[in-house]
């Protein structure tokens, strides 16, 4: 290698990035999310039943993001074995996760606002109000099945 020429990428790392852009152009990559999807939507709704039981379930909306999870795993467990369930179910399910994580974020936001001092003490509600942040979270599950449904399926 001559001074001032760029050292070469190694084999493995090349291999790497070549594969999973190779994965997305395949269609692979399609199957893969979609699983991810489904065990994403498990977790996160486990999760949520958890924190939501913990606030013993003060607003029935607290039961759609619970709901709403084996909905999501289903269709991403779907949409792993069969293409048109990866054009149909997963996006109309990953669409309903993404709204609710959404309506999620406002209904946290608002539930900052109504503790004591609202949003004028934001250092203190922030940390002992809902997680602001954490619908968002459920939000990007169902981006994950958005995304499985419109990339090219594996041949």
Not at 94 to 103: D, K, M, W
Not at 119 to 146: D, F, H, I, K, Q
């Amino acid at each position: 290698m001559k001074l001032g020429q760029p050292r070469p990428v190694s084999g493995r790392a090349r291999y790497g990035i070549d594969r999973m852009v190779r994965n997305v152009e395949t269609g692979r990559f399609e199957r893969g999310l979609s699983a991810l999807t489904a065990a994403g939507a498990l977790v996160t709704a486990a999760e949520i039943f958890f924190e939501h039981d913990s606030a013993s379930f003060g607003n029935k909306m607290m039961w759609i993001p619970v709901a709403l999870g084996p909905v999501g795993a289903a269709a991403g467990v779907a949409g792993f074995f069969s293409e048109r369930m990866a054009k149909t179910a997963l996006p109309v399910a990953s669409a309903a996760i993404v709204a609710n994580g959404l309506q999620g974020t406002y209904l946290h936001a608002r539930g900052i606002a109504q503790k004591p001092g609202g949003w004028s003490n934001a250092r203190y509600n922030l940390e002992m109000g809902p997680p602001l942040l954490a619908p968002l979270l459920v939000t990007m599950v169902g981006g994950m099945g958005l995304l499985a449904a419109i990339l090219r399926r594996e041949k």
